[in-house]
Antibody
């Protein structure tokens, strides 16, 4: 059974850091590109960052997070990470991890249930 | 930068066909994916690569893409189809993934 479980969501003050994790099971994690998508309360979906399959040597970021967030993966632990620095109130959102279909940089057929990040003083 | 435009809302009576559009410049040259999201739940992919359906998605849901508009069609609409729907593409000119603003489907 394919499963993605996010963890690490929390309430943090502006300017602080946080790391989200996404633990995968039920499939060969290293074979798939992965990405993070967020959704602010009452708003639409916003792509955050994407990492290539296998060694994760390629990463892409939305302009809104570039230079502040880092996506990484540990295939030995079947885990995807999102390191978030210099957090801002506008980063408040539910953060979803999702797998990418083989050969695609967008089509996402498996999603976690999300981790809530609240940035507030 | 590339922009995907969706109508904020679409309303349809049960049993009728709902059409949700996603506009973008020359979107017909891109692969478009569609997601359904119900309140409090994660998105679910319902169409990928313009018109393919993942396993488990009913044939009532179909997609098309040409010119400047991609369309998600839901025939014989049911109450359970009520949800937010998002289109998505990869823009190779900016190496960015994009979502449309989302369309709330209301079943009357």
């Amino acid at each position: 059974q394919v499963k993605l479980v996010e963890s690490g969501g929390d309430v943090v003050q502006p300017g602080r850091s946080l790391r989200l994790s996404c633990t995968a099971s039920g499939f060969t994690f290293s074979h798939y590109g992965m990405h993070w998508v967020r959704q602010a309360p009452g708003k639409g979906l916003e792509w955050v960052a994407l990492i290539s399959y296998d060694d994760g040597s390629q990463q892409w970021y939305a302009d809104s997070v570039k230079g502040r967030f880092t996506i990484s993966r540990d295939n030995s632990k079947n885990t995807l990470f999102l390191h978030m620095n210099s957090l801002r109130p506008e980063d408040t959102a539910m953060y979803y991890c999702a797998t990418l279909q083989v050969g695609s940089l967008a089509a996402s057929d498996r999603w976690g249930q999300g981790a809530l990040v609240t940035v507030s003083s | 930068s590339y922009v995907l435009t969706q109508p904020p809302s679409v309303s349809v009576a049960p049993g009728q066909t709902a059409r949700i559009t996603c506009g973008g410049k020359n979107i017909g040259t891109k692969s478009v994916h569609w997601y359904q999201q119900k309140p409090g739940q994660a998105p679910v992919m319902v169409v990928y690569d313009d018109s393919d359906r993942p396993s488990g998605i009913p044939e009532r849901l179909s997609g098309s893409n040409s010119g400047n508009t991609a369309t998600l069609s839901i025939s014989r609409v049911e109450a359970g189809d009520e949800a937010d729907y998002y289109c998505q593409v990869w823009d190779s000119s900016t190496d960015h993934q994009l979502f449309g603003g989302g369309t709330k489907l209301t079943v009357l």
